[in-house]
């Protein structure tokens, strides 16, 4: 069993940063991969990012490539999410999910989901 919290949302205006962190428990965290995804209201949930188990693969929806870098420490069970250059259209409930194996850009593939943290960017 893993559980997921995450943390590190907030209000930031347009061109802002912010990084998301992404704490898991259980001894076996690092044999996972980790993805985030983002929901907006009235949107569905989309893929934003995600990373091997042993961090040396990563892929990111092309909204956010160059402005996102996922990133982990598995000697602190925590998966980290920095958002540079925030634009409006960010605006999200972002999630981290966590699946055994491989690493994956579809929702329905992780096992394991946080509570998720609100970010608002403002224009």
């Known amino acids: 069993q893993v559980q997921l919290v995450e943390s590190g949302g907030g209000l930031v205006q347009a061109g802002g940063s912010l990084r998301l962190s992404c704490a898991a428990s259980?001894?076996?965290?690092?044999?996972?991969?980790v993805g985030w995804f983002r929901q907006a209201p009235g949107k569905e949930r989309e893929f934003v990012a995600t990373?091997?188990?042993?961090?040396?693969?990563?892929d990111y929806a092309d909204s956010v490539k160059v402005r996102f870098t996922i990133s982990r420490d598995n000697a602190k069970n925590t998966v980290y999410l920095q958002m540079n250059s925030l634009k409006p259209e960010d605006t999200a409930v972002y999630y981290c999910?966590?699946?055994?194996?491989?690493?994956?850009?579809?929702?329905?593939?992780?096992?394991?989901w946080g509570q998720g943290t609100q970010v608002t960017v403002s224009s």
């Open positions: 999910a966590a699946r055994w194996s491989s690493a994956s850009l579809v929702a329905d593939y992780y096992n394991y």
């Open positions: 259980g001894r076996t965290f690092s044999s996972y991969a």
């Open positions: 990373i091997n188990w042993r961090g040396g693969d990563t």
